[in-house]
């Protein structure tokens, strides 16, 4: 057993209840006070670091080898959960209402706060320095760009940045990469369709914006099957579908929200032209008209193709030969990570939390998922062996 074998082995059982406890006392995204503290608390009884806390209003910051010479690597975990009612059944289940860790950002923050205790207690090991970045409101907030436009990636200047996320699809014990765009750009879109109330009755003295909305929301579906060149990948979903409040009343206006998802800049812009287009001269045709609106979203979560391949080869070597891949295939997902991978090389990998033999394992953002604790182990692993061996050889980037 080498000495990383057993200091990672000294903090499993730890790093399980330090994780089952943010799974009971999950918080949303900007208001993870608690889970911030519960990491500064554990990196402050480690020593070794020098801490900053309350970036991004509840983002914590460690680095460790502050003065030391040598390349700078930022490991990233996001800490906030989603709103929505667990259904796990687990002891350790949400306490609160409403919140729920169903995208694994628990065992995120485990798997980095573990690697962190194990290489303070590695510091003459490390050429270089490291910093570990517990960013808040993943979840639709954009957390990732205010960390970064607070300035985690300089002073030091960082040379790059790994991060995992947990994958229901695979195995614990395995990892699993895509070179490139790994994860969708997104963007969301909200139209609002203003026609003429009338009696239910009396359709012909109004103009109906729930029929014009319902004509826009089969319109848009043919943006990705008639529009966009087949090999190029989008989504377009219309997920809110809000008019009327009485089943005998034909409202004045009608709501419909949705996200979009590709993966290349210059057909990102073309959706957004596609459904203004779409909605504006599908709305005048009934009479009625559509305002649009759309917010920015995350950028696509670029693997850079060395960097990418470097990991995996350390996932070969640490995990075994058949246990680290870097054929899987992009996700329409989105991932605020992109934000850094902008702005440094930058890989996310994907660590498989599925029982082995099992034959599935619920989603991500199912009532019922829940991170398996037996994958902490090899989430800190990989990303205490990328960081010593990223500080020693520097990959050529």
């Not at 949303?28 to 608390?41: A, F, K, L, P």
């Not at 003295?205 to 966009?228: F, K, M, N, Y």
């Not at 812009?269 to 009934?286: D, M």
């Amino acid at each position: 057993m080498t000495k990383l074998d057993g200091l990672i082995d000294s903090i499993l059982s730890d790093m399980v209840a330090f994780r089952r406890d943010l799974h009971a006392h999950p918080e949303i995204g900007m208001e993870e006070r608690r889970t911030s503290q519960r990491v500064i608390d554990r990196l402050s009884a480690a020593g070794n670091f020098s801490i900053q806390s309350g970036i991004a209003q509840t983002g914590v910051v460690a680095l460790l080898n502050a003065d030391r010479d040598g390349p700078c690597l930022a490991l990233r975990a996001d800490m906030d959960c989603l709103p929505m009612d667990e259904a796990t059944g687990v002891p350790y289940a949400s306490t609160i209402p409403g919140r729920m860790h169903a995208c694994g950002h628990d065992g995120h923050t485990s798997c980095l706060l573990g690697t962190a205790l194990v290489l303070s207690r590695m510091v003459d090991e490390l050429p270089g320095k490291v910093k570990f970045i517990f960013q808040p409101g993943e979840e639709n907030d954009g957390g990732g760009r205010m960390m970064c436009e607070a300035g985690v990636l300089a002073n030091p200047k960082v040379d790059a940045a790994f991060a995992l996320h947990s994958w229901p699809a695979q195995p614990v014990g395995t990892i699993s990469m895509c070179p490139g765009a790994a994860m969708a750009g997104n963007d969301g879109f909200a139209i609002v369709v203003t026609g003429k109330g009338s009696h239910g009755a009396y359709p012909h003295l109004g103009i109906d914006p729930i029929v014009v909305a319902a004509h826009i929301v089969i319109a848009l579906q043919t943006i990705a099957s008639r529009s966009i060149d087949p090999q190029d990948c989008v989504v377009v979903t219309a997920g809110v579908f809000h008019g009327g409040t009485v089943r005998n009343v034909i409202p004045a206006t009608c709501r419909l929200e949705g996200t979009l998802r590709s993966y290349k800049p210059a057909t990102r812009e073309r959706l957004k032209e596609l459904v203004r287009r779409i909605a504006e001269n599908t709305a005048e045709s009934f009479g009625a008209t559509a305002a649009v609106e759309f917010t920015e979203g995350y950028p696509v979560t670029v693997n850079e193709p060395a960097l990418t391949e470097w990991v995996a080869s350390v996932g070969r070597e640490v995990l075994g030969a058949d246990r680290a891949r870097t054929d899987d295939r992009p996700s329409m997902g989105a991932e605020d990570f992109g934000f850094f991978a902008q702005r440094v090389p930058a890989v996310m990998f994907r660590l498989g939390i599925r029982q082995p033999g099992a034959p599935s394992c619920p989603a991500l953002h199912h009532p019922q998922f829940n991170f398996n604790d037996d994958a902490l182990g090899v989430g800190i692993r990989m990303l205490c062996e990328l960081t010593m061996r990223f500080l020693r050889d520097k990959p050529n980037l």
